[in-house]
C-alpha cells in the first residue's frame, strides 16, 4: 500500500515560487500515474497536471500550462511539483495523487496548503 | 470535457436513500470515478469504472451509468456518510477533470 507524504505549509508572496515534495513510503512509485491536485478554500478539486509513470509521459491542463513543472527523483521516491509566477488565487491545498491502475486516484497525500498573501 | 454534478446540496436524512448525478460534456464511457471528502481531509476513492467499489468501501454505495449520465447511489445513509462527493472522468488521460462537488447534508 502506497503512502504519499507531503512537506509543510507555504507562505509565499505574489510573483514568486512554491516547490511541494511528496514522498512515497510503504514502496516506490510503482504506481500508474503521480498527480497533483489542488483545493481552494471553499472549493472543488481541480486536476492541474501528472505523469503517466509506465509511459514516462507529463501533461498539464491548459490552465497551469507554462506556469508549472512536476519532477520525479525515482532514487528516493519523492515527487515535487513547481508552481512559478503565484498569485493570490494560487491560494489553496495541493494534493499529490496516485493512480494505481489508471488515472483515478487510489492514492492521497495530506496535502500541502500554499498561501500567496503580500 | 466538463463534468456537471447535481444537486450542489442534497439534504438527506439518515436512513434514506440518497441519489447523485453527474454528468460529462461528452461520451466517456465508463471512465469515472466518485470520491467523498470530509473537512479537513483528503478525498478517498469509492467508485472506479463506473460501478466498482474500491476496496473496503461498503456495499451501500454503487455507482451506475456510461457515456455521459452517471449516478452514485448511497443506499441507506449513515451518519459517516455526510460530506461532499467528487466525481471525475479519466477517459483522457491527459486532461483529467473532476465535477464541482454535491454536499450531503442533514
Known amino acids: 500500500q502506497v503512502q504519499l507524504v507531503q512537506s509543510g505549509a507555504e507562505m509565499k508572496k505574489p510573483g514568486s515560487s512554491v516547490k511541494i515534495s511528496c514522498k512515497a513510503s510503504?514502496?516506490?512509485?510503482?504506481?500508474?500515474?503521480l498527480n497533483w491536485v489542488r483545493q481552494a478554500p471553499g472549493q472543488g478539486l481541480e486536476w492541474m497536471g501528472g505523469?503517466?509513470?509506465?509511459?514516462?509521459?507529463?501533461s498539464y491542463s491548459e490552465k497551469f500550462q507554462g506556469r508549472v513543472s512536476t519532477t520525479t527523483d525515482e532514487s528516493t521516491s519523492t515527487a515535487y511539483m513547481e508552481l512559478h509566477s503565484l498569485r493570490s488565487d494560487d491560494t489553496a491545498v495541493y494534493f499529490c495523487?496516485?493512480?494505481?491502475?489508471?488515472?483515478?486516484?487510489?492514492?492521497w497525500g495530506q496535502g500541502t496548503l500554499v498561501t500567496v498573501s503580500s | 470535457i466538463v463534468m456537471t454534478q447535481s444537486p450542489a446540496t442534497l439534504y438527506v436524512s439518515p436512513g434514506e436513500r440518497a441519489t447523485l448525478s453527474c454528468r460529462a460534456s461528452?461520451?466517456?464511457?465508463?471512465?469515472l470515478a466518485w470520491y467523498q471528502q470530509k473537512p479537513g481531509q483528503a478525498p478517498r476513492l469509492l467508485i472506479f469504472?463506473?460501478?466498482t467499489r474500491a476496496t473496503g468501501i461498503p456495499a451501500r454505495f454503487s455507482g451506475s451509468g456510461s457515456g455521459t449520465e452517471f449516478t452514485l447511489s448511497i443506499s441507506s445513509l449513515q451518519s459517516e456518510d455526510f460530506a461532499t462527493y467528487y466525481c471525475?472522468?479519466?477517459?483522457?488521460?491527459?486532461?483529467?477533470?473532476f465535477g464541482g462537488g454535491t454536499k450531503v447534508e442533514f
Open positions: 461528452q461520451s466517456i464511457s465508463s471512465n
Open positions: 469504472g463506473a460501478s
Open positions: 505523469v503517466i509513470t509506465v509511459f514516462r509521459g507529463t
Open positions: 495523487v496516485g493512480g494505481a491502475r489508471n488515472q483515478y486516484f487510489d492514492y
Open positions: 471525475q472522468q479519466y477517459n483522457n488521460w491527459r486532461e483529467v477533470t
Open positions: 510503504g514502496g516506490t512509485f510503482n504506481t500508474f500515474s
